[in-house]
């Protein structure tokens, strides 16, 4: 292997054993496979998960998938960067070690054994919630070893007038997995259960309140019958404590993506759409919508386009003076997705109301949709968007009813 150095656009230059063989990037957590070779630990973890089994450089079989912190790579690492400082290079901090197996397992069975005294079951769920954090790796090691079943047992079997503490430690990790549909039919068939999440939705504790709503939002995204997620929705108070939560200040922004997960969730179910109308969902979506990051703001406008299906839902968007401006001005802004839902919400709007469509057009609505037709978005928001336009043919403006110059795709036929 060549021992020079390459030059970098930054005008230094860096040492090729530096680099991981794999992304050619300065390595981070620089670790050994069994072969002798060294990578950059998250390269090395991609290259297996997506089935490969031999080491990159060598060609032989990795025969150990424990990979070892080359801890005197590193550290020259570290101090090259702090030497080359003035080029602008930041110091890469020391990783974290990954989960050890034998460590979570042990973990485990000390938070799931009741002739444990209290605190140390505590102390290890809170080992476990510090583990979880850190990585995806570290997830999915806590994973493997049954931490789910070990989880939702402490949760919903525990005295919560003796032990709050263990149920709300447990509820925080158990709120960062995906549940099996097998784990979530266990919760949504007993009712005891789903009233204790929706109850904790109403805790004093924010953060309490988001880690519930995370976790009715798993439970319902990995039920598939219907009947189940029917029985979560149901619920009178889940819509408006979801909707408190989806309210709650921007300054713990956590509240704001989980809220609109959970609501959408809720949304799925039909015959109880009506409850979120009712609980103040659509001022709480508009009102967030222009703060929603990308897949936060196409599941919001994926939930304003359900909620545009059913009367009640599209007479109070239709009464919200933001709601089409919104919309209009979204589409080919934010993502296809997002423009496909939000057309679908306008198509639904601009049926229900004439006063609508002379709203979006005088909003401009005719310009985005010539300019959606021709471009590269999804072919169900060009069919979206042909339908409007014929809708609203008869609210073109005069000028246009010859001439379309006037309009960035003037080659679009009208309908």
């Not at 080359?84 to 989960?99: D, L, M, V, W």
């Not at 493997?144 to 047992?153: C, F, K, Q, S, W």
């Not at 993506?257 to 659509?282: E, W």
Request: hydrophobic share 40%.
């Amino acid at each position: 292997m060549p021992v020079s150095l390459e030059p970098l656009d930054v005008g230094v230059q860096i040492p090729y054993h530096f680099r991981c063989p794999i992304s050619l990037e300065l390595m981070r957590d620089p670790v050994i496979v069994n072969t002798g070779q060294t990578y950059d630990r998250s390269s090395i973890e991609s290259w297996v998960a997506t089935g490969n089994t031999t080491c990159p450089v060598t060609r032989l079989p990795l025969t150990d998938f424990t990979f070892i912190p080359n801890h005197t790579l590193r550290r020259l690492i570290q101090d090259w960067c702090v030497a080359n400082r003035s080029y602008g290079i930041e110091r890469i901090p020391t990783p974290k070690q990954p989960a050890d197996p034998v460590t979570v397992r042990l973990l485990l069975t000390q938070a799931a054994s009741e002739s444990n005294p209290r605190h140390a079951r505590l102390s290890a769920l809170r080992r476990l919630r510090g583990l979880a954090r850190d990585s995806e790796h570290n997830r999915s090691v806590i994973s493997t070893h049954n931490a789910r079943d070990v989880l939702i047992g402490i949760l919903f079997s525990e005295s919560k007038a003796n032990s709050p503490e263990l149920n709300l430690e447990a509820l925080t990790i158990l709120s960062s997995f995906s549940l099996s549909e097998s784990e979530c039919v266990l919760v949504t068939l007993d009712p005891d259960r789903i009233s204790y999440i929706i109850s904790l939705l109403s805790h004093s504790s924010i953060e309490v309140r988001v880690n519930s709503a995370a976790l009715l939002e798993n439970i319902i995204a990995g039920t598939r019958s219907p009947e189940n997620r029917a029985e979560v929705s149901n619920r009178e108070e889940v819509f408006e404590r979801v909707i408190g939560i989806l309210n709650y200040p921007l300054t713990y922004p956590r509240a704001t993506k989980v809220g609109i997960k959970a609501l959408f969730a809720l949304c799925l179910v039909k015959q109880h759409r009506h409850k979120a109308v009712d609980a103040g969902a659509v001022d709480a979506i508009i009102n967030r919508l222009p703060d929603f990051e990308k897949c936060d703001a196409e599941r919001a406008l994926a939930t304003v386009e359900l909620l545009c299906r059913i009367p009640e839902g599209c007479a109070a968007f239709a009464s919200h003076a933001l709601t089409v401006p919104l919309l209009v001005k979204i589409i080919l802004k934010i993502s296809d997705r997002a423009t496909e839902y939000a057309a679908g919400a306008l198509l639904s709007l601009c049926t229900a109301a004439e006063r609508l469509q002379r709203e979006a057009v005088a909003t401009g609505l005719l310009t985005q949709l010539l300019l959606l037709v021709q471009s590269d978005c999804t072919e169900r928001a060009k069919r979206k968007a042909q339908m409007l336009l014929k809708l609203l043919r008869d609210s073109w403006p005069e000028k246009c009813a010859g001439n379309s110059d006037g309009f960035a795709c003037s080659d679009v036929v009208r309908f």
